[in-house]
């Protein structure tokens, strides 16, 4: 082989690890924040509670929920807890339009995250993992 064939060679392998290399990089670091962290939308912004100030927490285990009826002041602050493998998406009832009480309406939580929101509405309110709409429970806001 020839010197020019080795040097046309060692170029096309230097372009082809640069582009593989490219093309798994995240497109941004807003893309890899969202993959790394999961807060639903109710509480992305900077007035919403933050999980360690929790009245009341709910813990997802992949099979249901910890505490599948409970209740909170209105005004407290829930904090749900994706303690399994499993995606959760949590919502309020009914199954799937989510139309009961909107505050529960968290979405997804990956597996070990969580989300917070406080809820003020009044009242007894179900709630499910959309997912799997057998796993439920209920929320009082007194």
């Keep these: 082989m020839t010197k020019g064939v080795k040097i046309l060679i060692a170029a096309i392998l230097v372009?082809?690890?640069?582009?593989?290399?490219?093309?798994?990089?995240?497109?941004?670091?807003?893309?890899?924040?969202?993959?790394s962290t999961n807060e639903s939308s109710s509480s992305e912004d900077a007035s919403s509670p933050t999980p360690s100030e929790a009245d009341v927490t709910i813990t997802y285990n992949g099979t249901g929920f910890s505490l599948s009826a409970t209740s909170v002041k209105s005004g407290g602050t829930v904090k749900v807890v994706?303690?399994?493998?499993?995606?959760?998406?949590?919502?309020?009832?009914?199954?799937?339009a989510h139309t009961n009480n909107s505050e529960l309406n968290a979405g997804a939580i990956l597996p070990g995250k969580s989300a917070a929101f406080?809820?003020?509405?009044?009242?007894?309110?179900?709630?499910?993992?959309?997912?799997?709409a057998s796993q439920h429970g209920e929320l009082t806001v007194e």
């Design 118 to 132: 406080t809820l003020e509405k009044k009242g007894k309110w179900g709630f499910h993992n959309h997912l799997n």
């Design 82 to 96: 994706n303690d399994s493998t499993k995606n959760l998406e949590f919502d309020s009832d009914p199954h799937p």
């Design 15 to 35: 372009v082809v690890v640069a582009g593989a290399a490219i093309l798994l990089m995240p497109k941004n670091q807003s893309d890899q924040q969202k993959a």
